[in-house]
């Protein structure tokens, strides 16, 4: 059976993918030359125009956050002396119980 909270949960995560998959739509004007440049590099990675433009944008402007590689391990020191990461990844049920940490988990804290 459904929770009431697991229910607004459920629709707290679809209405935040759905506003970060919504896009805006905007005119650009490039000189043609730039165009083809840019159409051409588009098709070497495959990806539509759009797709490559925006992938562009998003390098020039947005900050990288650096990922640590997949099994990287903390030290446990490291960890204990932070108080914000946590030194075990958190039961499911723990989350479930917890939305506002499942939250913080799974945007701030999850590797």
Same mark, same amino acid.
């Given at each position: 059976m459904i929770s009431f909270m697991d229910?607004? /949960?459920?629709?707290k995560e679809a209405a935040a993918k759905k506003e970060k998959n919504h896009k805006v739509q905007t005119v &650009?004007?490039?000189? %043609?030359? &730039?165009m #083809?440049? !840019?159409?051409?590099? #588009?098709?070497?990675? @495959? !990806?539509?125009?759009? #797709?490559?433009?925006?992938e562009v944008?998003?390098? #020039?402007?947005? =900050?990288? !956050?650096p990922k640590l590689p997949k099994g990287f391990e903390i030290d446990p020191v490291i960890k204990s002396l932070s108080g914000i990461i %946590?030194? +075990?990844? =958190? /039961?499911? +049920?723990? &989350? @479930?119980? @917890? =939305?506002? $940490? /499942?939250?913080? $988990?799974e945007k701030y804290l999850k590797v």
């Open positions: 229910t607004i /949960a459920r629709e &650009l004007r490039i000189s %043609p030359e &730039l #083809a440049h !840019v159409k051409f590099k #588009a098709r070497q990675v @495959d !990806v539509s125009v759009n #797709a490559y433009i925006e944008l998003k390098e #020039a402007v947005m =900050p990288q !956050v %946590p030194t +075990k990844t =958190p /039961a499911r +049920k723990e &989350l @479930d119980e @917890d =939305p506002k $940490y /499942a939250y913080l $988990y």
